[in-house]
């Protein structure tokens, strides 16, 4: 069984017992979570959007993604910059998937 989410303006491709990381949610560790399924199918069944299907996840942690260097640099003048990013990420389990 496998189902499509939407969270963090991402789309996510999900299975049951499937780690992912996710834009960043403001909720503890350890806490359920239910997203509506933009689409999800079983082996020999399909359940379109119009059907409820719910994807069950728990919180496994929060955590902070890659550091990400932009450099910029202007040719013939003494100008440079530097930047670093990390974005903030959440990891969820995916522990069940209902189609109702």
């Not at 499509?4 to 503890?28: A, C, D, M, S």
């Not at 689409?39 to 955590?63: F, I, L, N, Y």
């Amino acid at each position: 069984m496998y189902a499509i989410i939407e969270t963090g303006g991402h789309q996510y491709w999900v299975i049951p017992g499937e780690t992912i990381r996710v834009e960043k949610l403001e909720t503890e560790d350890k806490k359920t979570l239910t997203f509506k399924a933009l689409w999800a199918a079983e082996e020999g069944k399909e359940d379109s959007s119009s059907q409820k299907a719910t994807v069950t996840a728990e919180v496994v942690r929060q955590m902070r993604g890659p550091k990400i260097i932009v450099f910029k640099k202007k040719p013939k003048s003494k100008y440079s910059r530097k930047y670093g990013h990390r974005q903030s990420l959440t990891e969820i389990k995916i522990t069940k998937i209902s189609l109702n």
